[in-house]
C-alpha cells in the first residue's frame, strides 16, 4: 500500500479562494517533491524541498518540509480553473526510487 | 518537454496474451520507472531501472517484467494478462543524483477484456 498518507482526497473550491493539501509518512526521508498531474497528462514536478523547515515559493505555491522530516504542506494561493489536477507528494527512497503518494484532486468552480 | 516516447498510447487485449509496453527516452538518463495509475491508488511503482541490464522491483511487480538492454528503452511486459492489470502506465526518467526531478511520459492506456 501507500508509504505517503494524502489528504484531503479531493477538494471543490470556488476560484480565488487559497488551497491547502498535506501529507505525512511514518518515516523519516530527506525530500520532498510535490508533482501537478494536468487532466490526459503526465505529472510534472512543481516543486522539491530537500531539507527540513524549508520553505519554498514557486509562484502562488508555496510548500513547506517539517520539522520532523515527516511531513509537508503545498499550499495554493488565489486558485484559478487551470489549477485543476491532482496533486502528489513524492519521496526518494534509497536507489533513487520515486515513491508517491495517493494523490489530492482538485476542482475549482468558476 | 522531455524526450519520452511512451508505445502504443491506447491498447486492448485479451485476458491471457503477453503484452509488451515501451518506453524510449533521447536524453541519457540513468533511471527509468513504470508506474501504474488507479482511481484511489495514484501512481505505483511497477519496476525501475538504475541502468543497462540494472532493473529492481517496486511495490506491484507481480505479473510484470522489464528489460532495458540499452540506456534509452525501457520495456515493461505482461508476462499473461489479466483484467486486474487494465491501467493506465506512465513511464519516467531522472538523470540520478543529485537531480530528483523525473519526467513522464503521456502514458499508455491499456485495457484487458
Known amino acids: 500500500g501507500q508509504q505517503l498518507n494524502q489528504s484531503p482526497q479531493s477538494m471543490f473550491i470556488q476560484e480565488g479562494e487559497d488551497v491547502s493539501m498535506n501529507c505525512t509518512s511514518s518515516?523519516?526521508?530527506?525530500?520532498w517533491l510535490w508533482y501537478k498531474q494536468d487532466p490526459g497528462e503526465g505529472p510534472v514536478l512543481l516543486i522539491a524541498?530537500?531539507?527540513?523547515?524549508e520553505l519554498t515559493s514557486n509562484g502562488r505555491l508555496t510548500a513547506q518540509f517539517g520539522i520532523t522530516r515527516k511531513d509537508s504542506f503545498l499550499n495554493i494561493s488565489a486558485s484559478i480553473p487551470s489549477d485543476v489536477g491532482i496533486y502528489f507528494c513524492?519521496?526518494?527512497?534509497?536507489?533513487?526510487?520515486?515513491?508517491f503518494g495517493a494523490g489530492t484532486i482538485l476542482r475549482v468552480k468558476s | 518537454d522531455a524526450g519520452i516516447t511512451q508505445s502504443p498510447r491506447h491498447k486492448v487485449t485479451e485476458t491471457g496474451t503477453p503484452v509488451t509496453l515501451r518506453c524510449h527516452q533521447t536524453?541519457?538518463?540513468?533511471?527509468m520507472y513504470w508506474y501504474r495509475q488507479d482511481p484511489g491508488h495514484g501512481l505505483r511503482l511497477i519496476h525501475y531501472?538504475?541502468?543497462?541490464?540494472?532493473?529492481d522491483k517496486g511495490e506491484v511487480s507481480d505479473g510484470y517484467s522489464v528489460s532495458r538492454s540499452k540506456t534509452e528503452d525501457f520495456l515493461l511486459t505482461l508476462e499473461s494478462a489479466t483484467s486486474s492489470q487494465t491501467s493506465v502506465y506512465f513511464c519516467?526518467?531522472?538523470?540520478?543524483?543529485?537531480?530528483?526531478?523525473?519526467?513522464f511520459g503521456q502514458g499508455t492506456r491499456l485495457t484487458v477484456v
Open positions: 524541498l530537500y531539507k527540513a523547515g
Open positions: 518515516s523519516i526521508f530527506n525530500t
Open positions: 513524492a519521496k526518494m527512497e534509497y536507489g533513487n526510487k520515486l515513491v
Open positions: 536524453e541519457n538518463h540513468r533511471y
Open positions: 519516467a526518467i531522472s538523470a540520478g543524483p543529485p537531480n530528483t526531478e523525473a519526467f
Open positions: 531501472s538504475y541502468g543497462v541490464k540494472d532493473t
